[in-house]
């Protein structure tokens, strides 16, 4: 089984009141990652609990960690940390089978102009596919659109501004839960990983 370091698991999260917007239930939780690992670590906590049709989206700057938190979670989806997960920038997506019939997509969207776009490439096709996961970075179209999924997950990646943190691995992340099926999973997520969940 593929066991990633807990010397480091420290994640701080400040969590914020629910709402509901559209029928859609919303919830917001804040945390600090201080390193690659830490992200690995919350990337399998989450792949734990998948589903085919999860739709999760990542957001942030180059090298905020949106790439890093796709890699940890296939390399834990596949059981293989040696796993080879390339970025998906020039192709746009890349495939891996999982069990039970599954495959994750994992796509970059950033070249993409249009929504239409999003029905050209089949980015629309595989979000809608009962059993595809998807792995969305530069989702911000994505979001903004009519072909955007009525559940999701949406990580944001930030460089943290407080001076008193000097690791340059150290990134801020705000995860927002749409939908009542991501709410239920994240809350089950805290009670299995407690020790990712300090709250300050």
Not at 68 to 74: L, T, Y
Not at 96 to 114: A, E, G, I, N, T
Not at 147 to 167: G, R
């Amino acid at each position: 089984k593929w066991v990633l370091p807990l010397q480091k698991d420290r994640c701080y999260f400040h969590h914020h009141r629910s709402f509901t917007t559209e029928s859609h239930a919303k919830k917001r939780i804040s945390t600090i990652v201080t390193s690659i690992q830490e992200t690995y670590l919350l990337a399998r906590s989450l792949e734990e609990f998948k589903k085919g049709g999860d739709v999760i989206c990542l957001s942030g700057e180059v090298g905020a960690g949106k790439s890093e938190f796709a890699r940890g979670w296939i390399k834990s989806a596949h059981d293989d940390s040696d796993l080879i997960v390339t970025s998906p920038t020039y192709l746009l997506a890349n495939t891996y089978p999982l069990d039970d019939d599954l495959q994750c997509v994992h796509m970059d969207l950033y070249r993409l102009k249009s929504s239409q776009d999003f029905i050209t490439v089949g980015v629309d096709a595989w979000m809608r596919d009962p059993k595809t996961i998807s792995l969305i970075e530069w989702p911000e179209l994505l979001l903004r659109s009519p072909s955007c999924p009525k559940e999701y997950l949406h990580l944001n990646f930030t460089y943290p501004k407080m001076a008193s943190i000097e690791v340059n691995e150290t990134r801020h992340l705000e995860l927002q839960m749409v939908g009542e099926s991501w709410i239920s999973r994240l809350q089950q997520v805290q009670k299995r990983h407690p020790s990712l969940f300090r709250t300050t």
